[in-house]
């Protein structure tokens, strides 16, 4: 095998579990706070998943207090505790970039029915 | 001053450190190398050492390089460099030279030959900013513009910056951090990029800026 490839190899997670855009996550992070480290876990909705290999990412958004916030995590960092997917979201694209638009019931994405 | 080994360009990944971060590294594959020859003060009037490293098929290598490969009772080396030290006695002919005398966090300055990009603008070449894409400019916005005055100096000076060829020239980067070697594999990381193509050959010698 390549050695690049091998040294990315290394480095994956292979607990990551499937989750696509339009999936509610909840992202168990890893904060460090001095010291002292706690988990902290940001709930909302896979907008995007980018790029392959170890260094994949995914954006996840929630509206805090009325607020549109975004975090963009690593797949593979060792930051990221566990990744939980709540529910399979029917979507039409891979980029909901049109949520940023929208708020409340016009937010909404269709769960995937998986019977 | 010890000695420097010679690596191969493996091609650019990243490292996850323990704090999360994303660390991008060359991989640079240094096969372990053979002391070929040892220069003496009283000899050569100064002091180094011949390193050899790299395969190469037996029947590519000629009589000569035969010979001077016997002389040291070593096998056929692809690629031969020499490094200076303050004494060479302190080598002996056919001993290894690994990647053991790197670590972690060490720095190191890496010299290789930079990506040849042909003839190359202005623009490309030395940073100029060409010209505006508006306003009339017609078929100059790629073009350097004036070079110099007028009938004073009533020339062009020497060493003006001018369009020609770029790249394929031998390069230092000084002050690279060593981010990991591993010995048993043959491969050192270093952060950022190193000067060359993959597989192109590179030398890697302690920071003489850097201790």
Redesign the interface.
Known sequence: MN??DK??QE?MKDNVPDFKAGDKVKVHA?V?EGEKERIQVFEGTVIRRKGGG??ANFTVRKMASGVGVERTF?L????IDKIDVMTIGRVRRSRLYYLRDRTGKAARIKEKRTW | MSAGIIGIKRGMTQIVSETGEMIPVTVVEAPTGRVVQRKTVENDGYSSIQVGAGEKRVGLFNKAEKGHFNKAKVSPARFLKEFRVEDSSAYELGQEVALDSFSAGDYVDVTGVSKGKGFAGGMKRWGFKGQRASHGAEKVHRKVGSIGNATYPGKVFKGKKMPGHLGAERVTIQNITVVAVRPEENLIMLKGAVPGHEKGLLIINKAVKKG
């Not at chain 1, 593979?76 to 930051?79: A, K, L, M």
Request: without cysteine; positive net charge.
């Open positions: 050695i690049i040294i990315e480095q890893k460090r170890l260094s690593q593979h960092s060792p930051n």
